[in-house]
């Protein structure tokens, strides 16, 4: 992080924590705001990637918007691509020939707040609504997820079931939301009453309590096959997050990498991902 990036970063960090001194709930409220709301991600629809130009694009319509999604044509067989965090479908252009390759129809979204999707909040459970509405719609045998999209596709599971499903990969997915808010905290020195107060923002507007919003949690009792791949020199997502996942997920398969960081990009390992889902 550059001295100018720290310096902003405390600054509203600091703000925050005076703002919770007189106003907790709207501190709260504001801390949410900037934990939420995604500052990179976004595409130009005149300014696409060559990948998404190739595609054919439908939107996705509910009740928090228009949200876009990309076909690429190819087999019976139907995979679904849900990106992480300040990302969007573009991402997958490096796996999208393995599968091709391999007779899928490749279907990708924009998750909420990225891409060409609407909205200016990013949260787990608006994003498992979203595949919710792909998986309805497309019929995918396998779902694969990168990041927090391979949270969302962790939560989805655990929400909706398996809805016809019969594989998914997770790549580099954090399991623990509490740990995402501890990080999150640590980044911008809230004090330990705003983090209360953020917690509190999660119950009430979601019935959600951090605690026991995890990814290890809701995998306990899995048996849709997977693949969870984690490289160990991640440095955005803890290596442990996706051990916590893999752990409670009956008969998880995991996969431990070195020197692909958080990215997880690389041709030998799509290929091995993409012949499991042959298998």
């Given at each position: 992080?550059?001295?100018?990036?720290?310096?902003?970063?405390k600054?509203?960090?600091?703000?925050?924590?005076?703002?919770?001194?007189?106003?907790?709930?709207?501190?709260?409220?504001?801390?949410?705001?900037?934990?939420?709301?995604?500052r990179?991600?976004?595409?130009?629809?005149?300014?696409?990637?060559?990948?998404?130009?190739?595609?054919?694009?439908?939107?996705?319509?509910?009740?928090?918007?228009?949200?876009?999604?990309?076909?690429?044509?190819g087999?019976?067989?139907?995979?679904?691509?849900?990106?992480?965090?300040?990302?969007?479908?573009?991402?997958?252009?490096?796996?999208?020939p393995?599968?091709?390759e391999?007779?899928?129809?490749?279907v990708?979204i924009?998750?909420?707040?990225?891409?060409?999707?609407?909205?200016?909040?990013?949260?787990?459970?608006?994003?498992?609504?979203?595949?919710?509405?792909?998986?309805?719609?497309y019929?995918?045998?396998?779902?694969?997820?990168?990041?927090?999209?391979?949270s969302?596709?962790?939560?989805?599971?655990?929400?909706?079931?398996?809805?016809?499903?019969?594989?998914?990969?997770?790549l580099?997915?954090?399991?623990?939301?509490?740990?995402?808010?501890?990080?999150y905290?640590?980044?911008?020195?809230?004090?330990?009453?705003?983090?209360?107060?953020?917690g509190?923002?999660?119950?009430?507007?979601?019935?959600?309590?951090?605690?026991?919003?995890?990814?290890?949690?809701?995998?306990?009792?899995?048996?849709?096959?997977?693949?969870?791949?984690?490289?160990?020199?991640?440095?955005?997502?803890?290596?442990?997050?996706?051990?916590?996942?893999?752990?409670?997920?009956?008969?998880?398969?995991?996969?431990?990498?070195?020197?692909?960081?958080?990215?997880?990009?690389?041709?030998?390992?799509?290929?091995?991902?993409?012949?499991?889902?042959?298998?």
């Open positions: 992080m550059g001295v100018r990036k720290f310096i902003m970063v600054s509203v960090g600091m703000y925050i924590n005076l703002l919770g001194l007189v106003q907790p709930k709207r501190a709260a409220r504001l801390a949410y705001r900037f934990f939420s709301e995604p990179n991600g976004r595409l130009h629809p005149h300014a696409l990637p060559e990948v998404l130009n190739k595609a054919v694009r439908e939107t996705l319509r509910q009740q928090e918007g228009e949200f876009l999604s990309y076909t690429w044509p087999g019976p067989t139907t995979s679904l691509l849900v990106h992480g965090w300040e990302s969007n479908a573009s991402r997958w252009e490096r796996m999208l393995h599968l091709l391999a007779g899928h129809t490749v990708a924009d998750g909420p707040a990225h891409g060409l999707s609407h909205g200016r909040e990013f949260n787990v459970p608006a994003y498992a609504e979203l595949i919710e509405a792909a998986v309805r719609k019929r995918p045998q396998f779902l694969i997820g990168h990041s927090m999209g391979g969302a596709c962790v939560y989805h599971q655990y929400k909706y079931g398996a809805g016809g499903l019969q594989k998914m990969i997770l580099g997915a954090p399991s623990d939301l509490s740990i995402l808010i501890g990080n905290a640590k980044m911008l020195s809230l004090n330990a009453r705003v983090v209360r107060q953020l509190l923002y999660f119950v009430e507007r979601f019935s959600i309590v951090p605690e026991d919003f995890s990814g290890g949690r809701f995998a306990e009792g899995f048996e849709l096959p997977v693949i969870i791949a984690h490289d160990i020199e991640d440095k955005v997502v803890a290596f442990d997050e996706s051990r916590k996942i893999a752990t409670s997920w009956r008969g998880a398969t995991f996969i431990e990498t070195r020197g692909l960081g958080h990215s997880m990009h690389d041709e030998a390992l799509y290929r091995r991902l993409v012949a499991h889902l042959s298998e």
